[in-house]
C-alpha cells in the first residue's frame, strides 16, 4: 500500500524488469463482484451541488460534502479489454443536511455503491454518479461511501487545457490528474479545492511496475503481479535535511575594574607649566 499526501494523486505503471503488487493483493484488485441485490428506496430530502460552479472546470467538483481520504484498490491491466477494476472508499464529512451528493466519474461501469455499510441506490447523469443515501446525513457527521466500479477509462481532451487524466502509453498508463483528471479512474470529489489524503492498493500482470507517489506504509510490498508471489523494494523515506544551527557570538567575559595605582593623565597645559618650572 502506498500512502499519500493530501490533494495529490499520482499513478503510474509501466514495464520493467520486476513485477509488484501492493500487499493485501488478491489478483482482483477489490473489483466489482456479480450481482448485489437492489438497495431500498433512499432517504427523501436536500441534496448537495452537482458542480462546484468553476468556469475553467465546468460541472466538476460537487458542493455538500468535504471529503478527508481516499482509499482506492486497483487491478490495472493495460490494453486488456478491461483496463481497470477499482474499489474507492470515500470518507467524507457532509457539510450540510444531505440525503443526495454527487460524485464525479466518466465512462466506468458502476457495480455498486454503499453508503455507512448500506447498499444504496445510484443513478448516472453524464460524468456524474448520483448517490442517494438510505438515510439523511447530518450536516457534520463523517459517512463513508464505497464504490465499485470498472471499464476502460479515457482522458480529458480540453481545447484549453489539453489532454489530462488517464493517459496510455506504449508500455503502460500514467495518469495526470490536474486540474480535474481524477474522475476518469476513480469516484471524487474532482477538484482542487477539496484536498485529501490517498492510499493506493494496487495490482499488476506479471512483467509491469506499479508505481505511486507517497510512502509504502505496510512494509515492502509482496506479489508477483496478479499471481500474488516474489518480492518487493524495501520502504524508503526521503532523506531528511537537517537543519544548519545559526551561528552565534560568544558574549565576552566581563572586565573586573580595579582601581588603578596610576596617577591621572595631566593634561597638555599642566605639563608646560611644568617644563617651564613652575
Known amino acids: 500500500m502506498f500512502r499519500g499526501v493530501a490533494g495529490l494523486a499520482a499513478v503510474a505503471v509501466a514495464g520493467s524488469l ?67 477494476d477499482g474499489t474507492a472508499e470515500i470518507t467524507a464529512t457532509a457539510t450540510e443536511r444531505l440525503s443526495r451528493f454527487n460524485l ?33 446525513l447530518a450536516k457534520g457527521a463523517e459517512f463513508t461511501v464505497v464504490v465499485r466500479y470498472s471499464g476502460t ?37 474532482d477538484h482542487p479545492s477539496d484536498k485529501a489524503t490517498f492510499d493506493f492498493q494496487i495490482t499488476v500482470p506479471k512483467g509491469l511496475t506499479a508505481i505511486a507517489n507517497g510512502e509504502p506504509s505496510s512494509g515492502a510490498p509482496s506479489g508477483n503481479g496478479g499471481d500474488g508471489g516474489g518480492s518487493g523494494a524495501p520502504a524508503v523515506r526521503p532523506p531528511t535535511r537537517a537543519r544548519r544551527p545559526a551561528a552565534r557570538r560568544r558574549p565576552r567575559a566581563a572586565r573586573e575594574t580595579r582601581p588603578s595605582s596610576r596617577p591621572p593623565p595631566r593634561s597638555p597645559r599642566a605639563r608646560r607649566r611644568r617644563a617651564r618650572g613652575g
Do not use: M
Open 18 to 84: 520486476a513485477a509488484c503488487s501492493s500487499s493485501g493483493g488478491n489478483g482482483n484488485g477489490g473489483g466489482p463482484s456479480a450481482s448485489a441485490p437492489a438497495p431500498p428506496p433512499g432517504a427523501s430530502g436536500p441534496a448537495g451541488q452537482g458542480s462546484i460552479g468553476d468556469p475553467y472546470v465546468p460541472g466538476n467538483g460537487n458542493g455538500g460534502y468535504d471529503v478527508r481520504h481516499y482509499g482506492l484498490k486497483l487491478a490495472i491491466t493495460p490494453g486488456g479489454a478491461r483496463e481497470l
Open 104 to 136: 464525479d466519474l466518466t465512462g466506468l461501469d458502476v457495480a455498486g455503491v454503499t453508503v455507512d455499510g448500506a447498499a444504496a441506490r445510484q443513478r448516472r447523469d453524464g460524468d456524474e454518479l448520483e448517490v442517494t443515501a438510505p438515510k439523511p
Open 153 to 189: 477509462p479515457k482522458p480529458v481532451s480540453d481545447p484549453i487545457l489539453g489532454k489530462y487524466g488517464w493517459i496510455r502509453t506504449s508500455d503502460g498508463v500514467f495518469v495526470a490528474c490536474q486540474p480535474s483528471g481524477a474522475h476518469t479512474w476513480f469516484p471524487s470529489n
